[in-house]
């Protein structure tokens, strides 16, 4: 079936293998690369959520009459974000040229007016 590892100690292959464990180097202190991890994993978790914070901010604030405030993050982004525009730097401008009918769908000068200015805060 199989050799022993260790013949000065064990008669048979089922003396060998409960013997084996014994001879094995104690395992490396891992708790140093769980920490490690775990605050990283934490990092990633807090960016997560400002990141959604910042979208739903937006999406209430800025975009509310554009689109339907209970999407989806992908519709959100395939309407608002992913859409076909130029950019244009002519002398010290830089231009951002959309279609006009993406222009008027989306209402681009209300969302640029919108992002441009903060919302108003109601103090209780």
């Given at each position: 079936m199989g050799e022993c590892l260790v013949k000065d100690k064990c008669e048979d292959i089922?003396?060998?293998t409960s013997n084996i464990?014994?001879?094995?180097?104690?395992p490396p202190d891992v708790s140093k690369?769980?920490?490690?991890?775990?605050?990283?994993?934490?990092a990633f978790?807090?960016?997560?959520?400002?990141?959604?914070?910042?979208y739903e901010?937006?999406?209430?604030?800025v975009a509310g009459e554009v689109i339907d405030i209970g999407c989806y993050a992908e519709t959100f982004r395939r309407r608002i974000i992913?859409?076909?525009?130029?950019?244009?730097?002519?002398g010290r401008e830089v231009i951002v040229?959309?279609?006009e009918a993406i222009y008027k769908q989306l209402r681009i000068g209300d969302l640029w007016m919108k992002?441009?200015?903060?919302?108003?805060?109601?103090?209780?």
């Amino acid at each position: 079936m199989g050799e022993c590892l260790v013949k000065d100690k064990c008669e048979d292959i089922a003396s060998c293998t409960s013997n084996i464990p014994d001879k094995c180097p104690p395992p490396p202190d891992v708790s140093k690369y769980a920490q490690e991890t775990c605050e990283s994993n934490a990092a990633f978790y807090y960016m997560m959520v400002i990141a959604f914070f910042l979208y739903e901010a937006f999406k209430r604030d800025v975009a509310g009459e554009v689109i339907d405030i209970g999407c989806y993050a992908e519709t959100f982004r395939r309407r608002i974000i992913d859409i076909g525009a130029k950019i244009v730097k002519s002398g010290r401008e830089v231009i951002v040229k959309i279609h006009e009918a993406i222009y008027k769908q989306l209402r681009i000068g209300d969302l640029w007016m919108k992002s441009n200015t903060a919302p108003p805060i109601y103090a209780s």
